[in-house]
């Protein structure tokens, strides 16, 4: 499974961004997609995930500035009113008949 993640960058706080992920029109059995992220010297942790009955579920640290969703086989999210606190390297995860698979990484980095 290739999953392609884009929409990374740089922005000022309290701007947005929206990154999205691809995974191909021909995947069958996605249970899950999500996103993930990772800040220098921390862990990597969930950030949103929408199962393939389209319930999300949101990290705390997202606190009603992001949303998640979903069109086919493409997973977004969108950020607002982003903080400095929000740069990370932030993945795509997708759930494919209960193997899961990690996308390439996009970069988010908030100025203050």
């Known amino acids: 499974v290739q999953l392609q993640a884009s929409g990374g960058g740089l922005v000022q706080a309290g701007g947005s961004l929206r990154l999205s992920c691809a995974a191909s029109?021909?995947?069958?059995?996605?249970?899950?997609m999500g996103w993930h992220r990772q800040a220098p010297g921390k862990q990597r942790d969930l950030v949103a995930v929408?199962?393939?009955?389209?319930s999300t579920n949101y990290a705390d640290s997202a606190g009603g500035r992001f949303t998640i969703s979903r069109d086919k086989n493409t997973v977004y999210l969108q950020m607002n009113n982003l903080r400095p606190e929000d740069t990370a390297v932030y993945y795509c995860?997708?759930?494919?008949?209960?193997?899961?698979?990690w996308g390439q990484g996009t970069l988010v980095t908030v100025s203050s």
């Open positions: 929408i199962t393939a009955g389209a």
């Open positions: 029109d021909s995947i069958t059995g996605i249970n899950a």
């Open positions: 995860r997708v759930v494919v008949n209960w193997e899961a698979y």
